[in-house]
Structure formats: structure tokens, C-alpha cells
T-cell receptor, first 117, second 111 residues
Framework: GAVVSQHPSRVICKSGTSVKIECRSL??????MFWYRQFPKQSLMLMAT?????????EQGVEKDKFLINHASLTLSTLTVTSAHPEDSSFYIC?????????????FGPGTRLTVT | KQEVTQIPAALSVPEGENLVLNCSFT??????LQWFRQDPGKGLTSLLL?????REQTSGRLNASLDKSSGRSTLYIAASQPGDSATYLC??????????FGSGTRLLVRP
């Protein structure tokens, strides 16, 4: 099956700094990738849709200036948490559909655990 | 706005029991419905995907049903094992390919 990787798997940063998370589709191209956030003991919430070659679309309540998304190639999307604060500590997961126009499964990355101290 | 609800929130059963997890959604205009497994601190493992035109899917000891008109899905796990202990998430995909997740059912299968 299709493989999606994320890097890093865990990151600890100090409050006020920025951290970048990468999401890569390893064996397929993805024009769209999705970024989710999961707080402890809660479900996944969609943050934004990353579109290759164009601006990301953000869900209501997600600050686009704080969570910068860049989808520069068909295999890589990055999420940068700018001026991170402890409340941004969460589990961030990306997903990518390998093809459109037909029923498919979205393939999820293994997630990135962000801790802001 | 689509809302997905899972009942029960937590479930503890002895090994060997058959069990049913429930998922309901408010908008029947879905593209598909998926069940995922998540182990603590880990990512998601896709278990079953049911297309909107289908009624059920089976994989091994797992069977998922979908009643789109009533906005319900069930995940049936036969002969549960301790290794089945995890959080099970239900998610519906809307027409823009976005997944809306339920809050999950935390399952503990006791040896």
C-alpha cells in the first residue's frame, strides 16, 4: 500500500520558537494533503487542506498565520507552527489520497508529537 | 455541519467476547465511511472502508456495516483478543474528500 512519512516523529521546542513538520508521500504523488491535530484523549480535527502549487485552505478557527502550510512538490507538504505556545502541544498527523475520482483510502502518516515547553 | 458520534466512549470486555461499536453521523451525503484503529501515541491504521453505495465490508474478524439513510455504522469484532485493545475511530468522508472523525471508542480486552 501507499506510504506516507512524517518528520520528525517527536519534537520539543521552547515557547516562542517555530517548528517545521514534514509530510512526504513516498511512493505516490499527492496533489492534496490534509493536516490534522489531535489533543490528548480527543479525536482528530482537520486543520487545513494543503494543495500543491496553491494556497492551503484552512478550517474555521485555525489561524493561517500561525500554522503555515507549504505544498511545494507533489510529494512534500510542510506545516510550520510559528511562535509556538504550550497550548499548541499536540499530535499532528497528515494524510494523502493517492488518487482522485474514485473511492479510495486516505493514507496517514505516523504522526508528529509536538511538545512546547 | 457534519457531526460524527461514537458510542460507547469506552468498553472493557473479557477475551473471546463478540462486540459491537457504534458510529452515527448527521449528514447522509457522505462519500465513504472508514474505521480506523489507533494505538496509544501512534498514528492510524485503516481497518475497513465502506463506500457510500455499499452496505458492509469484512476483513478477518471485523465486519462493518453502513446504513446511510439512517446515518449509522457498526463495527463488529468477533472473538475479541487482548491485541484488539486500542481506540477505534469512525470517520466519514464528505464530497470534498475531507474526513470528519468521531471521538472514538477506547477498547480494552482483558485476558
Amino acid at each position: 500500500g501507499a506510504v506516507v512519512s512524517q518528520h520528525p516523529s517527536r519534537v520539543i521546542c521552547k515557547s516562542g520558537t517555530s517548528v517545521k513538520i514534514e509530510c512526504r508521500s513516498l511512493d505516490f504523488q499527492a496533489t492534496t494533503m490534509f493536516w490534522y491535530r489531535q489533543f490528548p484523549k480527543q479525536s482528530l480535527m482537520l486543520m487545513a487542506t494543503s494543495n500543491e502549487g496553491s494556497k492551503a485552505t484552512y478550517e474555521q478557527g485555525v489561524e493561517k498565520d500561525k500554522f503555515l502550510i507549504n505544498h511545494a512538490s507533489l510529494t512534500l507538504s510542510t506545516l510550520t507552527v510559528t511562535s509556538a505556545h504550550p497550548e499548541d502541544s499536540s499530535f499532528y498527523i497528515c494524510s494523502a489520497p493517492p488518487r482522485r475520482g474514485a473511492p479510495y483510502e486516505q493514507y496517514f502518516g505516523p504522526g508528529t508529537r509536538l511538545t512546547v515547553t | 455541519k457534519q457531526e460524527v458520534t461514537q458510542i460507547p466512549a469506552a468498553l472493557s470486555v473479557p477475551e473471546g467476547e463478540n462486540l459491537v461499536l457504534n458510529c452515527s453521523f448527521t449528514d447522509s451525503a457522505i462519500y465513504n465511511l472508514q474505521w480506523f484503529r489507533q494505538d496509544p501515541g501512534k498514528g492510524l491504521t485503516s481497518l475497513l472502508l465502506i463506500q457510500s453505495s455499499q452496505r458492509e465490508q469484512t476483513s478477518g474478524r471485523l465486519n462493518a456495516s453502513l446504513d446511510k439513510s439512517s446515518g449509522r455504522s457498526t463495527l463488529y469484532i468477533a472473538a475479541s483478543q487482548p491485541g484488539d485493545s486500542a481506540t477505534y475511530l469512525c470517520a466519514v468522508m464528505d464530497s470534498s474528500y475531507k474526513l470528519i472523525f468521531g471521538s472514538g471508542t477506547r477498547l480494552l480486552v482483558r485476558p
